[in-house]
């Protein structure tokens, strides 16, 4: 994420510390040579967290931590099933690894049957912080 401005010390600690081992290795990698995350905050300073826990449950998380304990590769999803279909979301998590070897992980919260929504860096199995609204 070498595009993106330095965190505030503080805010890059609190990252950090959520970060699972094998993700992002190069905002780790500068951290540990400038105790600061390269990442573009859009609500200023303050990164906004997202605990997506209560999306899919425990098994599917237990499922994500292992892919991630293991530096897999995979996608899951969970589609909206309510009934309020103007506050339809679908949801999905991808775990892949960047052209350049980083292993990286993705959330996104999508308006159902759209390609718009949110987009989510995935920190560990169940922390997801903000990116960008698209």
Known sequence: MAYFEDMSVKESKKFI?????NL???DREHY?????????HPNGDVAKYRNIKSIF???IISEIKQALDEGRVGVWYKDYTGDKPHLARDYRVELNYSPS???QGFFFSN???F????FYLL???STAVFAERC
Do not use: Q
Not at 17 to 21: A, E, G, M, Q
Not at 32 to 40: A, I, K, L, W
């Open 17 to 21: 510390n959520k970060l699972h081992p």
């Open 123 to 125: 920190l560990n199995e």
């Open 24 to 26: 992002w290795s190069s």
């Open 32 to 40: 540990e040579s400038t105790g600061r995350v390269m990442f573009r």
């Open 115 to 118: 390609a718009t929504g949110d």
């Open 57 to 59: 449950g425990e098994r």
């Open 101 to 103: 070897g980083i292993y």
């Open 111 to 113: 308006h159902s049957g």
